[in-house]
T-cell receptor
Framework: DTEVTQTPKHLVMGMTNKKSLKCEQH?????MYWYKQKAKKPPELMFV???????INESVPSRFSPECPNSSLLNLHLHALQPEDSALYLC??????????????FGPGTRLTVT | QQPVQSPQAVILREGEDAVINCSSS?????VHWYRQKHGEAPVFLMI?????EQKGHEKISASFNEKKQQSSLYLTASQLSYSGTYFC???????????FGQGTRLTINP
């Protein structure tokens, strides 16, 4: 099974709402990632978890809060977002940290719209 | 630092060949290639490693010139299914993450 699942597929939220994005993989991968992707742009790394510990935070605003409850799950908690945060949010996983020899498997993404 | 891809866009007829290039200003020990179709997630195609090892796709080939810090993706006898945006990714920050190029949009027409 080489699947990464993400829920929800679409999310519309107001600037005062609190919501969470969820990601799950059952490939035994030890590294998990959150990316943000705007239209016609490459995925932009937000966070990296390695062995359930946050290893990279790309200076992401605190209104985005990641969480890794266990080795299979990754959450992204959203609070007080801005309209410019509207984007496709992608989760990915790899056997180990991906800068080297390991491919990343991406989930289908959550299309987020902030109103 | 973000790798640079060229060309930015290519339009081909089915059956034609395409080459997509990726270059970096930093020394590389691996290059990753991904394809993203419209409205879908990126899908892994290939990794090229220093020393010549490759892992990935059967019908798509690639080269990796370590000295020139460049990689090229070769799409031969293109099929309609090859349409999409191709991204190369290079390792950064002690190999803890990938940085993606700006992408090359490939359109295959019948």
């Amino acid at each position: 099974d080489t699947e990464v699942t993400q829920t929800p597929k679409h999310l519309v939220m107001g600037m005062t709402n609190k919501k969470s994005l969820k990601c799950e993989q059952h490939m035994g991968h030890r590294a998990m990632y959150w990316y943000k992707q705007k239209a016609k742009k490459p995925p932009e790394l937000m966070f990296v978890y390695s062995y359930e510990k946050l290893s990279i935070n790309e200076s992401v605003p605190s209104r985005f809060s990641p969480e890794c409850p266990n080795s299979s799950l990754l959450n992204l908690h959203l609070h007080a977002l801005q309209p410019e945060d509207s984007a496709l949010y992608l989760c990915a996983s790899s056997q180990d940290e991906a800068g080297g020899s390991y491919e990343q498997y991406f989930g289908p993404g959550t299309r987020l719209t902030v109103t | 630092q973000q790798p640079v891809q060229s060309p930015q866009a290519v339009i081909l007829r089915e059956g034609e060949d395409a080459v997509i290039n990726c270059s970096s200003s930093k020394a590389l020990y691996s290059v990753h290639w991904y394809r993203q179709k419209h409205g879908e997630a990126p899908v892994f195609l290939m990794i090229l490693l220093k020393g010549g090892e490759q892992k990935g796709h059967e019908k798509i080939s690639a080269s990796f010139n370590e000295k020139k810090q460049q990689s090229s993706l070769y799409l031969t006898a293109s099929q309609l299914s090859y349409s999409g945006t191709y991204f190369c990714g290079t390792p950064d920050q002690g190999a803890q993450k990938l940085v993606f190029g700006q992408g090359t949009r490939l359109t295959i027409n019948p």
